[in-house]
């Protein structure tokens, strides 16, 4: 508390550090922004989208309420992340890895930029999933730059015309079924979660020029998940779901904040934030809801419903998961108890996603079953895809943008 009232006796800028405290004041009431979704699983990567009025209704097969949809030239488990009208996706064949620029409007390439032929790249693929590939890592995009890391360890960045900032390899992060782990950018850093056999680490780089300004390694084994940031105690962290510890790291330095042993096997899912709690879950371990900071516990935990894959999503009052087996459980957020179940019967990769006073959970055949965000449980619609789809869904301006395993799709009313 003393602190953040003390005098910058640094002689430096403040303006950065007011605007992060001004975030945290304001956290109980995170709004993320209604056109941006900037990572996988949107702002922060909390699983949150801002806006509102996006439909319920659609039918991939009819074209009902389907605005556009492309073909991406090349496959990928990549999903979209955007920035004002432009939508970007990754794609791989063999070496051959590529980023995308769509018109979010019109479903029109704007362009394309190789991701291949980088020095150090591998001469041989590195092996992944027989169902991933090399472009499973979603993008990550700000006012200026997209970022975009490959299972090969290509890492690159290029401005919204398309054109090379840097790129490098960070030698191929080899485990069991290949590199996931998406990009996150914080304030003028792009941060890198390393995961492979040889080391599991954080890494921070400067958007602008590629330096690597920081690398801490990380307590464990590899894992699958993805960096997300949250804010605890009045300080921005960033919260890595891993093997076995959950930890907590400063975004600026990449220091150990704190850290909890929970978690054990593989562990896919990412964690999911609000302004008091992190909730961590991996199948055959458990759902463990932590309180950040100093002396980092369980506040409560539950082994029921525990995803493979999906990541869940947290507001306030509510946390949602969606497991493997097709259920979806809806938790009291701050007290662990079950406000209710539902057993949809198909398996779920993608990760929920809270918008509109909504839930929105797309299961691996492509249909999103759309639910009020309430303690109890009110199915609105089912609405499918036309294919199969594992892909997290993008919300930008009353439009949702899903992934399917051919084409891409943009559904609106409009």
């Known amino acids: 508390m003393l602190r953040s009232n003390l005098p910058d006796l640094s ?86 890895c590529e980023v995308y620029c769509l018109n979010k409007n019109s479903g029109e390439i704007l362009w394309s930029a190789s991701a291949s032929g980088v020095p150090g790249e591998p001469d041989q693929l590195p092996e992944t999933d027989q169902e991933s590939g090399m472009a499973v890592s979603s993008a990550a995009v700000n006012g200026d ?49 390393y995961d492979s056999n040889e080391k599991v680490s954080l890494m921070g780089y400067e958007m602008a020029t590629g330096q690597l300004k920081w690398e801490t390694m990380r307590r464990g084994r590899a894992a699958w998940s993805s960096p997300v940031i949250g804010n605890f105690n009045g300080e921005p962290q960033v919260i890595i779901n891993g093997n076995p510890y959950v930890t907590g790291f400063n975004p600026e330095t990449g220091g150990e904040l704190w850290a909890v042993e929970c978690m054990t096997g593989d562990v896919a899912p990412s964690v999911a934030v609000n302004s008091k709690l992190a909730y961590a879950v991996t199948d055959y371990a458990q759902l463990a809801a932590i309180k950040p900071g100093s002396g980092a516990s369980i506040v409560w935990s539950d082994n029921m419903y525990t995803p493979d894959v999906s990541s869940p999503a947290a507001n306030e009052e509510l946390l949602i998961l969606a497991t493997g087996n097709g259920d979806v459980a809806c938790y009291n957020a701050m007290e662990g108890d079950t406000l209710w179940t539902h057993y949809f019967m198909d398996q779920f990769y993608a990760s929920p996603i809270i918008a509109d006073d909504k839930v929105w959970i797309l299961n691996r055949s492509g249909i999103m079953h759309i639910v009020n965000a309430s303690s109890k449980f009110e199915l609105i619609a089912e609405s499918p895809l036309g294919e199969a789809a594992d892909c997290t869904p993008a919300f930008s301006d009353k439009n949702i943008y899903i992934r399917g395993k051919q084409n891409l799709y943009c559904i609106s009313e409009n």
């Open 145 to 193: 730059f997209v970022c975009a890391i490959f299972a090969n360890g290509n890492l690159i960045c290029l401005d919204h015309d398309g054109n090379q900032k840097w790129v490098t390899n960070l030698g191929t992060p080899e485990n069991v079924y290949g590199y996931s782990c998406s990009l996150i950018i914080f304030d003028n850093l792009l941060l890198v979660q």
């Open 11 to 96: 002689g430096k800028d403040p303006g950065k550090k007011e605007e992060r405290r001004a975030r945290s004041r304001s956290e109980s009431s995170f709004n993320p922004d209604p056109t941006n979704f900037p990572f996988f699983r949107g702002q922060d990567s909390r699983g949150i989208a801002g806006g509102s009025g996006y439909p319920t209704q659609w039918n991939g097969e009819d074209g009902t309420n389907i605005k556009w949809k492309v073909t991406i030239p090349k496959n990928g488990k990549s999903s979209p992340v955007i920035w004002g009208d432009k939508l970007f996706v990754t794609g791989a064949e063999g070496k051959a």
